[in-house]
Structures are given as C-alpha cells and as structure tokens.
C-alpha cells in the first residue's frame, strides 16, 4: 500500500527527501543552541566570562537562530511543495485511473463513493504526508542527538532511559493498536451518519410528505449519539498518552534527581550537569511523543490511504486488445450465443443464450417490459460491458480484437439516463466531434428535431446549459444528446428510450431523418412505445433476458402474445378516439 | 473527524462573541464538568510550573551543601523529591482528568449540537432545501461540526493552560526586572506582528487554495458522475486534460498556502532564541551596571524560555477558534431559520359513527377518521374523513413575482379521479405541493373536506393524503422497512399485500434476500421502475383517503403499467386521486381531466368529452404537441 502511494511522490521526490534534509540542520540548532545557552549563564553570567562573553555568545546565538530559522524555512517550503505535489499526482492518477474504469468498475464502487475517494481522502493522505515528511526524521534525530548528549554527560545515569523507553513504547503501542479499530468504527459511524443526513435532504419531499420528520430524528438521534459513543471509545484510549508521557517524564526526573543527587554528593557528578541532564530528559521524551502522535495520524489516515488504494488496484475489467483493430469493416452486428450476468459469480444470468444478427444499415427495434435486459443487451455492443459467454461480433470482428476508442467511435450510443455537461450547447454538443463546424453541428441538430428549439434559445448554440443541463426541458435534452451522437458520424447508434420524453410526431420526424440522412447506419431503437419502433426492419421481443421473438410489426402482431400485448395496452385508446383524424 | 488540524484561510465569523457565548450556552449543562476542567487545567499547569520551580532549590540547597560530606543526611533530600513527585503526580493526574472530562462534555456538546441541526432541518419548509444546496447543508454536518469537535478537544484547554502560563510567567518576569520585561514586550509585538502578516498572507492563499479545490471538486462530481457518457463517447483524454489545468492551479495555490502555514513554527521559536540573547546580552550589561543580580538574570533567562512557546500556540489556537466560530455561525444560522409555519387546529382522530348517524371521537384505530374541529366558542365538530377536495381561485407563486398558477378553480368529489396534464412548468406539480401544504397559497382557497387546509394541523394533512412522487426516494434499510415507511405498524402480512397490489412482489422475491435485501442509499441497485413500485407500494400500505401520483408510472413499461393497473384500480377504488402523467394512456379512465398551461386550466372534462372538443388535448393525445 505503501509502496503504491510512494510511486505518485514523483518528481517531487527531491522535495521530499530534501526537507527532511533541511530539517536535520534545523534540529541540530536546535539541539545545540540549548548548550550555548547554558553556557551563557554557567560562563558568562554565573562565571568569570563577563559581559563580552555574553555578548560573544550571545551573537552566535543568534548568528545560529538565523540559521536555524533558514533551515528550517527552506524545510517548510520544500514540505510544502513534496506534500501538496503529492496530492496533486495522487488526485491525477485516481482521476486518470476512474477515467479507464470501465461500466462495472463504476458500478462496483459507487459515484458516491468514488467522489468522496478523489475528495476527502485524498486530502487527508495530503496531511499525513506532509506529517511524515516533517516529523518522521525530525524525532528520531531529536531523539538520537539528545540520547548521545545525555550519555556524554553521564552514561552511568542515562541506564535510567533503559528502564523509561521500552515503558513507553510499549505502553503507545499498546494504545495504538487498541486505539485504531476504534478509529475504524469511528470512522464508519461518521460515514453512516452524514449518509443519514445527505439520504434526509434528498428525500425530504418523502419524509414531510409521509409526516416521518420525528421517526427520522429519532433515528438520527440513535446514529449521532452511536457516533458519540464511538468518538469517546476512540478517544479516551488516545488521551491516556499525555498524562502517561507526564508520568514517566517526571519519574525520570525525580529518579535522575535521586541517583544524580547521590552521584554529585559522592563528588562523582557536577551541578551543573546535572541540570543539562534534566533537560534532554524532556527531550527524548517528547520526541518519543511525537513519534507516538504521527503514529496516531497514519492509524487515522490509514482508512483513507487504503481506500484510495482500493480504487488504484481495480483491475480495469474491459482493456484494449492486442489486435486493436482500428477500422470497422460495417455496421453489422452478430450475437453467438451470447450470455451475460453483471456479477461474474453470480448465477443469475441477466442475458441468456442471445442470437441475433443485424445486417449493416438495418434498422433494429427492441422491445420488453421493465427488467427484461433491452439496455444490457445494447451496452454489449460498443464494449461497455464484457458478455459472460458466448461471442459478439461487429464488422465482422469479435468487439474483443478492436482498439476500444475505435469502437466507440463507431458505435454510438444515447443513453438512457443521460447526462449533459455544464457549459454551452456548442461544447456539450462538440463531444461527438471537437472539430465539428457550426454548420455541422446545425445539421445533427436538424436530423435529431433540436434545430428549432436550439435556435430559439437566447444566444443558439452559445446557450449556457448549466450543470446536468437543467436550463432544458427533458424531451429537449434527449434531442440534445441524440445530436451528440449523430455528430460521431458512427456506423451503428443505439437509441436507448432516448424519445420517451418527446412526442410521438417529434418522435416520427426524428425517425424519419434517420431513415432519410442515415442510410448506411446501423440503428437500435429501445423504445417503450410501439410507434418508436413499429416501422423498423426487424423488432425484437425480449423477455426476462431471452429472446421471445424477433420479427416486422405485422408479423409479431400476429403471432407474439407480448407484442401483442403491449401494443394493445398503448393502442386502444388512440384507435379508439384518434381514429377519426 | 479527529485528522490533522486542516489550516483554513481564517474565516471571519460576523459576530464572535455572541456565537462563543451561544457554544458556552450549549456546555451550560455541564457546568459542574467544566469548572472542574478549568480547575484541573489550572492545577496541571501550575504543577508543571511548580514542579520545574522546584527544581534550582532542590538543587542548591539540598544536593549542593551535602557535596563531599562523608555520611550526608539525605532525609531532607529525600523528603523534598517526594514533594516534587507528589506535586508532579497532582500534575499528571490533573491532565487526565481534564482531558478525560473534557472529551465527554465536547462530544456531548457536539452531539447536542447534531441533533438540533438535524431536528431542526426536517421541521424547515420545502422552500428551504429549493433556495440551498445538498452540497451547502451537507458541510454544515461535516466540515463546521469539525472545527467546533476541533476548538472543543483542543483549544478550549490549551487556551486556558497557555494563558495562565503566559500571565504567571510574564508576571514572575516583571517582579524579577521590570527593564528586561521591556525588551520581552518589544519582542513580543515584532512576534505578533509576524504572526499576523504570515497569518493575513496565509489566509490569503488559504482563500485561494479553498477557491481552486472547490473547483477540482466540483470537475470531479460532475465528471464522475458522467462517467458512462464519457466512456460512450470516448472522452476520456479531454476530460484529462481539462482537470490537469484545474489540478495545477490547485497544486500551485496549495503550495503557497501550505509554505506559511509551516513556515510559522520555526520563525516563532527561532525568534524566540534571539529574544533570548538579546535579553542575555541586556541582563549581562544591567549586571555589570550593578542594576541586576546575577540570581535574577538566570531566572529572567529561564522564564524567557518556557514564554514564547505558548504565546506561539495562542496565535494558532486563535485562528482555529475563528474558523470554529465562522462555521458554529452557519449552523446557529440553519437552526435559527424559521420552521415550517403551523397554526392548524383542526386534529385526524380515530373516529366511530353511531347508528343514528354521528361521528364521535375513540381513541383505536376504527378504519373511521374524521376531522375534529374545535370552534372559537368552545364547541367540538367532527367531520367524517372523505376525501373532498376544492381549489376556489388559487393563485401561487414560488417567488413573488413569478406567477406559476393563476385562478386554479376544481372541485374533486371523494372517490374522483382527477387528472393534471400539460407541459413541462405549466404548474400540474405545483398544484399536488399545495395541497399537501409543501407551500402555502397567498391569494385563494383550498378546501379539504370543506376545511380550509390552513386550518389543519401539517401532521394530520399529510397523514390523509399519500403521495408517490416523480423522484421516487427509498432509504437505507431493506425492501420491506422501505414500505413500511408508509405506515410504521404495518404487519408483515400488509406489507407484501401491498408490495402484491402494486405488482412489486414478484420482483422482491427474486432480490438475493427477498423483502430483507438491504437497499443501499436511494435505492441504487434497483432499477428506475422498481423503485417506482416500491413507492406505490409504500402509499399502498398507507391506505389514505387521497392519493397523489406524481408521474408515478413514469419508468415503468406500459406492458407491466398494464399488469399493475388492476392493482392500481383497486389502490385507488374509494379513494380521491390526482393523478399527474404523460403518457395520456394513464390518464384516459379518469373522472375529469385539466389541461394546464401557463398556469390555467385551459381545458377540462373527462376523455370523451375533450378529444370532441379537438382542442389541447385532443392534440396532445395524438401526438401532435410535445409534453415534457
């Protein structure tokens, strides 16, 4: 784990290692000016130094200060630069990373999730980060250069430390561990309780609508008070550290005093040492403190780290062929027995046994009821998902031997629930082709029955869409994204319920324009209405994920129960009383 | 959550004094806590202090006069490092005490705080949530709780330890020499100045860095969540570049925010070492002057010490208590909003009608409810539960200025099925929000069994109307809590007969654990239409006299529209129905039918009587006018 989150240091590696550098030059002043100090009063003011001595003295103090300020300035900047270019490579590669997820790999993790995982955590390994960089050699030089002092002074009494480092140690680490499963559930109750609130918000409409605003406080009361119970279990393990450090810094000092005091009686030991002793006591100690406090932080940013971990080690399940063909032959497209289910160890197959074969050009209606796998059937065509068994061909090649972005490009896709950008209607648009002229652009607009309302907007195509495209009404939107599409110029589009907002006349035209200006394009219609579809060159009837039938609308009229069906559940009233016209 | 301490660009809280006063309010409850907290902060502060003091005595007079003696009288030695011990262990137990206390009131102050959040958000308007955004409200749980756990954990002690060591101190100081106090206090303004114009820089590019990672963020969410979309259109290497620019202006202000951030601890204590030679080098001169005693520079010296490291520590704590109190602000803001008005008396009681016909009040569910109506002169009516309702002119706005319906006159008998269609913003939402009073009407009526809906308790008229909403929301928890949701007593025998009635049964029973399947926020393993089911089986459950269908079969296929419609037909057998659709099959068997545009109802009648009239309708059911 960390090892994968080193690799992201990258060229600000030599920021890396350099403030720690910077950092040693700091804490050796900072070890040393203490002795000056000590000097001035023993020699200076105590001794026979005098006032020139002082002032001697005190000018390299400052002459150290200074450098010991520089130091530690130049630490702080190249810090600064190695943690934040950290997270900046960090936040690049997960970007990088979910941008070659392919449809499960989203599926698996979440939006949610995956927002919070660029977000949060990313900035909580930031922290940590900087944390290591700046303490992890700051304490254990403090620590060392203290310990050689003390030693040098009188190794006899420093045997003091044998006895108060390993209780140390062992009492933090025993207090970490204990601390970090309980920084876990911590952690979760936290999670749990801000999804409670976010689920709150969205949801409000159901909960006032339903008079539940008590039944969800109270439910909210059992999470926050959970999350309260949680922080005080975590919590109160942490907060036994710094009156333990207390305890055993002052026994060091009383004990030291003791055992000093019988050695400076004995005439074996000077005053004055004595009280340098007692100082790199508080020294070591507190090194070992910090020590212990970056310990608690990785245990807290270790939850982070590992999920952002998680999303680096996903193995992206759809990859570029080593054929990656880079041409497709044609629009035609061939299912061999082609089977699929979302989980690949689950049993339940969302597609079963699927022959089905589409000449180039063809137009193709598909047809069934909710949950009866239309859209998993089209996702396979341009790869957005993997089948299971069985073989898909496009061009006459199975979709596994092309380069993927080929793929895509020539098989276009509306989706179901689709999504518009922020930005103008030219940008969004431009998807389809970032070189598309304007005159381009107008055209697709014309074939998908956007050209009229597109012009009406204020400003045409410089038309601000706003996030998620809320400044359009929802059949607007879809003819919006069905123009997105034409602008690929694809062999094969897959309309996916990409009409059900637009009335059928609009609908017709747009059909019409296909059948007109797309001659040569392969073209899916999922539709839930039988008009969307009842001109088509083939329909097909899916069921429960298995082909029911396949065939022109009179034929299936005559002979499929569910066409049948479903075409007499939208038809009756129009025949009825719409007949007249 | 407990994490480094995020340095922010210090936000300025409006009014820092009244919000501190408003937080200490929330601790009132502790205040036998929290004077043992301050007590034991004072304690522990001073042990430390005391204990160090006692050092240099113990060291002269104990240990140097004994040096050399052949049998030394080490009691007195002894006695006076128990002393010390005892001191020290007071000390140390102080700091556990206050720590551990302090843990229990902060966390229960924060959760205090939580809950009044939380149960004053659900009693707010609808209009609330329409003018904030989810990403706005969500912080205040989030990062403005954060910083107040922050300054309650960590300042509030550290505050007062400093302080009193920095007064104890400063006042040792002026007893010892009064000269060199000067030259601290010189010292001390160039170090707050330092603090401040690094501070002021800092929060500067603070500002900056907040800006620049507000906009990555915002990139990511809506990139992410136009993930497919992206995928479909291979769009992957644009997006890339698109958030390196926005991650570069984020790296390159993070960078600047993060250098004076770090860059103030090793300026403080460093000039904290030079205020110390310079003092060194005064107190050397005032003693060969005579005007000192060497004694009492050694000790000046050493005070000089143990003063710059809380001082530095304040100016921190400073800024951290400023943001905690700019984000305490927002959420005293949120708690402070106006609720959702309600001055409704009119009650929903169970109720039994008696053979000779009147309804009187009983408090077990009867299956008979009746609106009990309090009049100003002390007398009771009750009116049975039917369903009535009655728009007389309403006209509504959600801004002022911006009528969305004008004139709305309608009259649905209980029983009624009555139909809204119209185009996207022609206002068919808008009527069902107000008569379950989401907002309430300015100008105009509406009746519910003959009672102005004003006059009715919120509780009660939402309990008698039930609504399947065009966004259907589920909560965490499994399918059948999901329909319980509905009504919180329902046996698990109602559940799955309601789950039978809207067709959503077959479905649950093939999910991996049946009616116990876990759903995960908002339903997201479940397909649009499902989720859909599951909300008509939630107002199923509910059994109201009035139901409200928001585009409710929307993403179902008309295939599995037409199984569950005898389902519906029977859900809405009895009942008072308003129905908003698109699809015109839906609204076809419905009593009357008001065509909406702009506001007005252009056309009604029922289905026959409007495709003769050849009007809206009839264009809108052939398919020649666009809907959504």
Not at chain 2, 515 to 534: E, I, V
Not at chain 2, 576 to 586: D, M, P, W
Request: net charge neutral.
């Amino acid at each position: 784990m960390i090892k994968k989150l080193m690799s992201c240091v990258g060229k600000y590696k030599i920021y890396a290692i350099l403030s720690p550098v910077f950092i040693i030059g700091e804490v050796l002043m900072e070890i040393l000016i203490p002795l000056v100090m000590a000097q001035i009063i023993d020699v200076g003011i105590q001794g026979d130094g005098g006032l020139s001595y002082v002032i001697k003295m005190g000018a390299l103090m400052i002459a150290m200060a200074v450098l010991s300020l520089t130091f530690g300035a130049l630490s702080s900047r190249m810090a600064a630069v190695a943690s934040v270019g950290f997270a900046r490579n960090l936040r690049q590669k997960l970007f990088y990373k979910v941008q070659d997820f392919s449809f499960a790999n989203v599926d698996r993790f979440s939006t949610a999730s995956l927002i919070t995982r660029l977000t949060t955590d990313v900035t909580n390994t930031q922290n940590a980060f900087q944390m290591i960089i700046r303490v992890t050699v700051r304490a254990p030089i403090m620590f060392l250069g203290a310990l050689i002092l003390s030693i040098s002074i009188n190794a006899e009494l420093a045997a003091v430390f044998l006895v108060a480092i390993p209780l140390i140690v062992v009492a933090l680490y025993f207090i970490s561990t204990r601390a970090y499963p309980r920084f876990r559930a911590m952690l979760s109750k936290y999670d749990g309780l801000n999804s409670m609130v976010q689920e709150n918000l969205i949801a409000i409409r159901a909960v006032k609508a339903f008079v539940r605003e008590d039944y969800e406080t109270e439910k909210f009361e059992a999470s926050a008070d959970g999350l309260r119970r949680a922080q005080v279990h975590a919590e109160k393990l942490l907060i036994l550290s710094s009156p333990l450090m207390q305890f055993v810094m002052y026994g060091c000092i009383v004990a030291v005093l003791w055992l000093g005091g019988n050695m400076v009686i004995g005439g074996t030991f000077e005053i004055g040492q004595l009280s340098s002793f007692i100082t790199y006591i508080t020294q070591i100690l507190m090194s070992l403190m910090m020590v212990a406090m970056i310990f608690v932080m990785l245990v807290m940013s270790r939850a982070s780290a590992a999920r952002i971990v998680e999303v680096l080690d996903e193995e992206i399940d759809i990859k570029d062929s080593e054929l990656s063909v880079k041409d497709v032959a044609d629009g035609s497209i061939e299912f061999r027995d082609v089977s699929f289910s979302y989980q690949k160890d689950s049993d339940t197959a969302a597609l079963e046994h699927i022959n089905l074969s589409i000449r180039s050009g063809e137009t193709v209606g598909i047809i069934g009821g909710t949950g009866s796998a239309k859209t998993t059937l089209v996702q396979l065509i341009p790869r957005l998902y993997d089948v299971t068994a069985g073989e898909l061909r496009v061009g006459g090649r199975n979709v596994k031997d092309y380069h993927l972005d080929t793929l895509r490009n020539q098989v276009a896709m509306v989706l179901q629930k689709n999504v518009l950008f922020s930005g103008s209607v030219r940008e969004n648009l431009q998807w389809g082709n970032a070189q598309a002229t304007d005159e381009e652009i107008l055209e697709a607009c014309k074939n998908a029955q956007a050209y009229d309302f597109v012009m009406a907007l204020p400003g045409g195509l410089d038309f601000d869409l706003g996030q998620g495209g809320v400044n359009v009404s929802g059949g607007q939107k879809q003819r919006l994204c069905i123009a997105r599409a034409l602008l690929k110029k694809p062999k094969i589009i897959i309309l996916d319920d990409s009409t059900s907002a637009v009335d059928t006349a609009t609908d017709s035209k747009i059909r019409a324009a296909f059948r007109e200006k797309l001659r040569d394009t392969t073209t899916i219609i999922i539709a839930q209405r039988v008009t969307s579809i009842s001109d088509a060159d083939k329909i097909v009837v899916l069921d429960d994920g298995k082909i029911n039938a396949i065939g022109t609308h009179e034929q299936l009229l005559a002979t499929n129960e569910i066409y049948r069906e479903v075409y007499h559940s939208q038809q009756k009233g129009v025949e009825d009383d719409a007949g007249t016209k | 959550m407990p994490g480094p301490n995020r340095m922010k660009g210090v936000a300025k809280p409006r009014n820092a004094g009244k919000t501190l006063g408003r937080i200490f309010r929330y601790m009132s409850h502790y205040k036998a806590q929290l004077l043992l907290v301050v007590l034991a902060v004072i304690v522990s502060a001073g042990a430390n202090v005391a204990g160090t003091y006692q050092l240099k005595p113990l060291i002269d007079d104990y240990i140097g006069p004994l040096v050399g003696q052949q049998n030394p009288d080490l009691s007195g030695l002894l006695g006076q490092l128990a002393l010390m011990a005892g001191i020290y262990v007071v000390g140390a137990v102080c700091t556990f005490v206050y720590q551990r206390v302090m843990l229990s009131v902060s966390t229960k102050t924060l959760y205090q705080i939580r809950m009044d959040l939380f149960s004053k958000m659900e009693t707010l308007p609808i209009r609330f949530f329409d003018t904030n955004t989810h990403g706005e409200l969500m912080s205040r749980y989030t990062n403005d709780t954060d910083t107040i756990r922050e300054m309650l954990s960590q300042s509030f002690s550290q505050f007062i330890s400093s302080t009193v060591t920095v007064i104890s101190v400063f006042v040792m100081m002026l007893v010892l020499s009064w000269q060199l106090t000067l030259i601290v206090i010189a010292m001390m303004v160039v170090m707050l100045l330092v603090v401040r114009v690094i501070g002021s820089r800092s929060g500067m590019f603070f500002k900056k860095q907040q800006k620049a990672i507000g906009e990555v963020n915002g990139y990511i969410e809506e990139m992410i969540e136009g993930q497919k979309v992206v995928k479909v259109f291979c769009h992957e290497d644009a997006c890339k570049e698109d958030f390196d620019e926005l991650n570069d202006t984020l790296c390159h202000a993070a960078t600047q925010a993060n250098t004076f951030a770090n860059i103030l601890m090793p300026i403080m204590s460093n000039l904290s070492h030079v205020l110390y030679a310079i003092t060194a080098m005064v107190g050397g001169a005032l003693g060969v002057m005579g005007t000192l005693q060497l004694g009492s520079i050694v000790a000046f010296l050493q005070y000089t010490r143990s003063f710059s490291q809380p001082i530095t520590q304040v100016s921190q704590l400073f800024n951290m208590v400023l943001n905690a109190l700019a984000g305490a602000e927002r959420i005293f803001d949120m708690i402070d909003e106006q609720p959702e008005g309600d001055d409704g008396y009119v009650t929903l009681v169970n109720a039994r009608v008696e053979p000779d016909g009147s309804i009187t009040e009983c408090s077990e569910r009867t299956g008979v409810w009746a609106w009990k109506h309090p009049h100003k002169d002390g007398t009771l009516t009750y009116t049975r539960l039917g369903g009535e309702v009655e728009f007389d002119d309403v006209v509504f706005g959600y801004e002022p200025e911006k009528i969305v319906l004008n004139g709305i006159t309608l009259r649905a008998e209980p029983g009624q099925k009555v139909a809204f269609v119209g185009s996207t913003g022609a206002g068919k939402t808008t009527i069902t929000n107000l008569i379950n009073r989401f907002y309430d009407v300015p100008d105009g009526k509406i009746r519910y069994d003959g009672i102005n809906i004003t006059k009715i308790k919120k509780a009660d008229l939402r309990r008698s109307l039930a609504m399947v909403l065009q966004d259907t929301h589920l909560f965490t928890g499994t399918v059948r809590d999901n329909i319980r949701y509905g009504k919180l007593d329902a046996t698990d025998e109602e559940i799955e007969a309601a789950a039978k009635l809207a067709n959503a049964d077959s479905f649950i029973r093939h999910l991996p654990h049946g009616y116990d399947t876990m759903l995960t926020s908002d339903g997201a393993n479940l397909s649009q239409g499902q989720r859909q089911l599951l909300a008509i089986a939630r107002a199923a459950v509910a059994n109201p006299p009035v139901l409200i269908l928001d585009e409710a079969t929307s993403s179902i296929d008309t295939r599995t529209e037409a199984l569950i419609e005898k389902g519906m037909d029977q859900l809405m057998h009895g009942r008072t129905v308003f129905v908003i659709a698109h699809r015109l099959s839906t609204v076809r068997n419905s009593d009357a039918i008001m065509v909406l545009e702009h506001g007005q109802i252009i056309e009604r009648g029922n289905h026959d009587q409007l495709i003769a009239q050849h009007g809206r309708y009839y264009q809108l059911y052939t398919g020649m006018f666009e809907l959504s």
